[in-house]
């Protein structure tokens, strides 16, 4: 059960960072789309239209070689989708398997 707590507590927080950087970069958006590639613009699209569009709640494993804008694609998504759907308490929750990656987000 104390992990529970814990995992939720990291979660709001999260949240609670992605709504303030939402709210001091939210023109930096169509900035930031620009810079993916086209692979990720795609798999962003996908998942922007099957969250926010069909209302469809996913579990996602972003993998790859370093190097390759899995953070680029993570952070992008989280921003979006937080800033569309700003009425939901935690619209987006991103994990981790390393302590270091875990703080990222």
């Known amino acids: 059960m104390r992990d529970e707590k814990c995992h939720a507590g990291s979660a709001g927080h999260t949240h609670t960072k992605s709504l303030h950087k939402n709210a001091s970069d939210k023109a930096d958006l169509g900035v930031a789309y620009n810079q993916l590639n086209t692979d990720q613009q795609r798999i962003v699209d996908k998942v922007f239209n099957a969250v926010c569009h069909q209302h ?20 992008y998504l989280n921003r979006k989708i937080t800033q569309y759907l700003s009425q939901v308490s935690i619209p987006v929750v991103v994990a981790a398997p390393t302590g270091l990656a875990a703080f990222n987000y």
């Open 56 to 75: 469809k709640a996913l579990c996602l494993v972003v993998r790859g070689q370093s190097g390759t804008g899995k953070s680029r694609v993570i952070d």
